[in-house]
């Protein structure tokens, strides 16, 4: 017997029902983070995570351009954590600082995929005027967000106080610790905003390992990739006019400076005569077949679907 088509409002109103039931997931048991395991067995640890997996569930954009980003940024930040001893998980940190946007700045002036404050990113190696602000340098910023990570890890032996000091400051953990007589930033009475910032991180994993689960599916073409650049331009002098240089590249100055958000403005006069290398973007390459995207997390295109 041929059925009858569904008019196209009740097929999406069937859709929204199945979406609003069935997409928020349950709180695990427990998740391993950074080689340690956190359990959700007491009723504070357990609402707390609730509440995180409930807004990655229904906060739709910001979790799906994470995913998408994330397929372009991960392949890069990835090997620099595991070369510099971090692990892996710790890259969940800079997800919920930037939601994976290397152009984001926030109201208090932080900026970058790791978002750091100018003075910080200066006090870790980066390099910040009105000519260059090496937070919005992928690689650069990278390693200097390893540096405080190894630095606070040295200081309090567990990743998830280390992932709330990103957030407060190790001197304010560090003093709520002695104040609050207690080992790990997971059972200190903290402001909302840090007190949430550790779960959200364990959301983003959870997250992350299966988007399925909160109702996100997403195919290999929903992916941005990951395009290398055609070479890299070593400059240690000044260039006049960006777009100048651009042009002697074969490239247009909006290309050039895309392809490195840390060059600020439309000049380098460089006085310091620093060394940089300017990315120079594959312009060919940049016309991709999304059909060809590579994937970099097959748990992000596997779908599982959801069951009434």
């Not at 909302?192 to 550790?198: C, D, I, P, V």
């Not at 403005?265 to 006085?271: F, G, T």
């Amino acid at each position: 017997m041929r059925m009858k088509k569904l008019p196209h409002l009740i097929i999406v109103g069937l859709l929204v029902s199945c979406f609003i039931s069935n997409a928020q997931p349950r709180v695990p048991d427990y998740v391993v983070f950074a080689g340690d395991t956190i359990r959700f067995d007491r009723a504070d640890l357990r609402e707390r995570m609730d509440r995180e997996l409930i807004a990655f569930c229904y906060s739709h954009t910001n979790s799906t351009l994470m995913i998408k980003r994330a397929n372009r940024y991960f392949p890069q930040i990835e090997p620099l954590l595991k070369a510099s001893g971090i692990p892996d998980d710790l890259k969940y940190l800079m997800v919920i600082e930037s939601n994976v946007d290397p152009m984001a700045v926030s109201s208090a002036g932080a900026g970058g995929l790791w978002q750091f404050m100018k003075e910080t990113a200066k006090g870790f190696g980066l390099h910040v005027d009105s000519e260059v602000d090496e937070r919005f340098n992928v690689e650069k910023a990278t390693l200097a967000a390893c540096k405080y990570l190894k630095q606070a890890y040295a200081k309090y032996k567990d990743w998830m106080t280390v992932a709330a000091s990103y957030n407060a400051g190790q001197g304010g953990i560090s003093k709520r610790l002695t104040d609050q007589h207690q080992d790990t930033a997971l059972d200190l009475w903290l402001v909302e905003e840090t007190s949430r910032y550790m779960f959200r991180i364990l959301a983003a994993k959870i997250y992350f390992n299966d988007p399925s689960q909160f109702g996100f599916t997403f195919s290999r073409e929903d992916l941005y990739p990951y395009i290398p650049p055609r070479e890299e331009v070593e400059v240690s002098g000044a260039i006049a006019d960006l777009a100048d240089f651009a042009e002697k590249y074969g490239v247009s100055y909006a290309e050039l400076k895309r392809a490195n958000l840390w060059l600020r403005d439309s000049k380098l006069v460089n006085k310091d005569r620093r060394t940089y290398y300017i990315a120079i973007p594959d312009t060919e390459g940049e016309r991709y077949d999304p059909s060809k995207t590579r994937v970099h997390d097959m748990a992000w295109v596997r779908f599982s679907p959801m069951l009434p």
